[in-house]
């Protein structure tokens, strides 16, 4: 008698075959996962490999955001995480960073009708003002326009580190202490959360990240904890609805234990 592939390979197998319409009604039959949260990577190498400048990736790749989004709305998610410019990006060259700048900028204003139109709401997670003053204006002014819309929370993590972000909470609470708000013996993990930039966000369900890189960047350290982790090869611009959804349809084939058994 043949023994059956694991049921994840045999997920993986059927769901090759199947297209973005079929797809997504199989995901919207099970229990979807309320928080993904995306390591959006790849826009570089997508670029170099067509022979084009970098800038060309990038601004395929807000394509894919936008793509990405809209089918996260579909599925019925409530939190998208998707991290667009970390602490660390400012390393690169100063030409890159000031077009990545300008197309967040532009990005950003262009996004808002259809936010608007799909009751999609920003927030925006990181240091925030250490970013040029136009893109801070931006990002603060498609904040408040969105900030009553009830639908999709879409969270775009822009000059984020998690080692930042801990540290942030680390001081607030120092501070709380120092105040005699708090015993140093008493702080507790849901002082510590309520100290993070997520501080009213579930915890990611999911974590993807695209280009075949296996690490998680300073991403959510804190809250990642218990997310399960979705690896894929392909790059962030060729990345679209339907990876989205046999990325969710692998989740909910696996089995969550939270460290038990």
């Not at 708000?181 to 966000?201: F, M, N, Q």
Request: proline residues 6%; neutral net charge.
């Amino acid at each position: 008698m043949a023994v059956k592939p694991p049921l994840i390979a045999r997920l993986s197998t059927d769901l090759a075959t199947l297209g973005e319409p079929e797809l997504l009604d199989l995901v919207r039959s099970r229990p979807v996962p309320q928080h993904v949260a995306v390591i959006m990577d790849g826009n570089g190498r997508w670029a170099t490999g067509r022979g084009l400048p970098r800038v060309a990736g990038h601004r395929e790749g807000v394509k894919a955001a936008r793509a990405v989004t809209r089918a996260a709305d579909a599925l019925g998610l409530r939190y998208l995480t998707l991290y667009a410019f970390s602490t660390e990006n400012w390393s690169r060259p100063v030409q890159e960073v000031s077009m990545l700048m300008s197309l967040l900028e532009r990005s950003i204003h262009d996004e808002l009708p259809e936010l608007m139109e799909r009751n999609v709401r920003l927030r925006v997670i990181g240091r925030t003002e250490g970013v040029p003053a136009p893109v801070q204006r931006g990002i603060n002014h498609v904040v408040r326009e969105t900030a009553r819309n009830s639908g999709l929370t879409l969270l775009m993590a822009f000059n984020y580190g998690g080692r930042d972000e801990l540290l942030d909470a680390v001081r607030s609470l120092a501070r709380r202490v120092a105040l005699g708000e708090l015993k140093p013996d008493e702080i507790c993990e849901r002082d510590v959360s309520a100290g993070l930039y997520t501080r009213d966000v579930p915890d990611p369900d999911l974590l993807i990240r695209t280009s075949g890189e296996m690490r998680v960047s300073n991403f959510l350290l804190w809250q990642i904890a218990y997310t399960e982790l979705c690896f894929t090869p392909t790059l962030w611009p060729d990345f679209g609805p339907a990876d989205l959804y046999r990325a969710v349809a692998e989740f909910q084939g696996r089995t969550r234990r939270f460290g038990g058994v």
